[in-house]
């Protein structure tokens, strides 16, 4: 593994290994069995020549990775000079050249690569059809390469090609699995960012629901508070003890909210995920504001956690938007199952007489309509003829028989 990340050591390690080989096989071999052989290996000189033109076929593969053409013409121009020096006794002096085809099988891109095959074919065998006549005598018949040795040399030849290029093709698939794995993270990470962006988007429309609702209660049962403590200090005091219970439950919704924030497990039952269950103890602080709550519920035990979350979220918006912008008034609220289907409306009464509204930032009809369209469901709000308000929403969700 050390070698794979090191390439240019383990190409000159490859280059030793081979020039080693290759000499030991040549003098293991001994002198050719050629009387008439140009060059005599017994004279230094040419010994001298026939190892520096092994050496010579050997030390190329340093750059097999970077040039995998100009190697197997080095290779090639080295195995027919030390062929023309030193007839070759067996085809394994001619080693490096199934190197070099697949060198060029490997690093080089096809279909030109198969013309490595020809070029090591060429180099194997037409020098002694076509250089030698011209430098020396030829071949005796013992020597010369019958049909057998050309057909095993040439499919040795083939199939290293094919070994290299089916390397360039794992290699090539590996790296495109790097890539894609690459993108895959990055998109991993990128999804991620975008849940948390949606958890942070989904606390925050909580928060805004529950500290809007609450702090509209609060404001509403202060102003009548004030306006009722020098005729009747009883009812000013329950208004005042009102003023506390909302407060009170905006902080504990506010600390459930703010738990998902942390690690602290101790938090996690403050206070329940909030239901359709609650929306009686919901209708009674928006009661002890002054309005008047008419609650009609009809659910069954099927309707999914996450579509009683938003069904009340929705509720709990409708009910802070009467009282900011019509005061204590009489409100309707009706949630009725029909099948795979919930059905939420919520009527309030014309403002009251004198009643200034308060400013909003707008942010609660969006969270109303983000919350229905997470389940395909429809959001319908605004004004009736008769002044009264309203707001209409569904939640549909899959299962047998669904809408």
Not at 69 to 95: K, N, Q
Not at 137 to 153: D, F, M, Q, S, W
Not at 348 to 355: Q, R, S, T
Request: proline share 8%; hydrophobic share 50%; aromatic share 4%.
């Amino acid at each position: 593994m050390e070698l794979l990340r090191r390439p240019r050591v383990a190409d000159a390690l490859l280059a030793c290994g081979l020039a080693v080989a290759m000499v030991l096989l040549r003098q293991s071999a001994g002198p050719p069995d050629w009387p008439r052989a140009p060059f005599s290996p017994a004279d230094p000189v040419t010994a001298a020549a026939l190892w520096a033109l092994l050496v010579a076929q050997a030390a190329p593969m340093l750059w097999r990775r970077t040039h995998p053409w100009a190697v197997m013409a080095a290779v090639s121009v080295a195995y027919v000079a030390f062929e023309l020096v030193d007839p070759a006794i067996s085809f394994r002096d001619g080693l490096p050249l199934g190197f070099g085809v697949y060198a060029v099988a490997r690093y080089a891109p096809p279909p030109a690569s198969l013309l490595s095959v020809a070029v090591a074919g060429l180099a194997m065998f037409g020098h002694d059809l076509l250089l030698r006549p011209i430098t020396g005598p030829p071949l005796p018949p013992a020597l010369r390469p019958g049909v057998i040795e050309v057909t095993v040399a040439v499919g040795l030849v083939a199939g290293l090609w094919q070994l290299g290029r089916s390397q360039r093709h794992i290699h090539s698939d590996a790296a495109a699995l790097r890539d894609l794995t690459a993108l895959l993270r990055a998109e991993q990470q990128r999804s991620a960012a975008r849940a948390v962006t949606a958890e942070r988007a989904r606390i925050a429309r909580d928060l805004h629901d529950l500290v809007a609702h609450h702090v509209s209660a609060i404001a509403v049962q202060a102003r009548a508070t004030a306006e009722a403590l020098p005729e009747d200090p009883g009812l000013a005091g329950r208004g005042v003890a009102g003023i506390g219970t909302a407060a009170d439950t905006a902080l504990l919704e506010m600390r459930r909210l703010l738990r998902l924030l942390s690690d602290d497990d101790a938090a996690r039952d403050l206070l329940p995920e909030p239901s359709l269950a609650h929306l009686r103890q919901l209708a009674g602080v928006a009661a002890a504001a002054g309005c008047e709550v008419d609650l009609d519920v009809s659910v069954g035990p099927d309707v999914p956690a996450a579509v009683q979350v938003s069904a009340y979220r929705v509720v709990q918006e409708a009910l802070t938007n009467a009282l900011k912008h019509a005061g204590p008034v009489a409100v309707r609220v009706a949630v009725h199952q029909r099948k795979h289907q919930l059905e939420v409306g919520v009527v309030n009464d014309p403002p009251v007489a004198g009643h200034q509204p308060m400013p909003g930032a707008g942010l609660g009809l969006i969270g109303m309509r983000e919350r229905v369209a997470l389940f395909g469901g429809t959001l319908s709000t605004g004004p009736l003829a008769d002044g009264r308000w309203r707001v209409e929403a569904t939640f549909p969700w899959e299962g047998e028989g669904g809408p």
